[in-house]
């Protein structure tokens, strides 16, 4: 079945440490609902950097990613399906989704 990543873009990030455990009890809550098509529920991330040819950029990314998860659907079209109720979205983030590829070669 096709793997689908999908990144977690901006939203309001929480001002209270409890208004930042209840957004985690939504995304668990969420996560546990996807049962196995959830495949990897990825992990926030850190700081972002821009390299180019021309090296690191003291810059963050215009768009920096904040996480990532990673879900088995028939389609693009069923992967939204089930990434619509994302509480991620709630909090006005974005997420961008991609069908992952298998690598040509048959690398993983």
Not at 15 to 24: K, L, Q, R, S, V
Not at 50 to 70: K, Q, R, W, Y
Request: net charge negative; hydrophobic share 40%.
């Amino acid at each position: 079945m096709p793997e689908f990543i999908f990144t977690y873009h901006g939203g309001k990030m929480p001002e209270t440490p409890e208004e930042g455990a209840e957004g985690m009890a939504k995304w668990q809550a969420w996560a546990d609902s996807l049962g196995s098509t959830l495949i990897n529920p990825g992990t926030p991330v850190g700081i972002t950097r821009v390299l180019t040819p021309d090296g690191v950029s003291a810059e963050s990314a215009s768009n920096p990613i904040m996480g990532f998860s990673i879900i088995e659907a028939e389609n693009m079209e069923a992967a939204l399906a089930l990434l619509k109720e994302c509480p991620h979205l709630e909090y006005g983030g974005t997420l961008e989704v991609s069908e992952m590829l298998p690598m040509p070669g048959g690398g993983s």
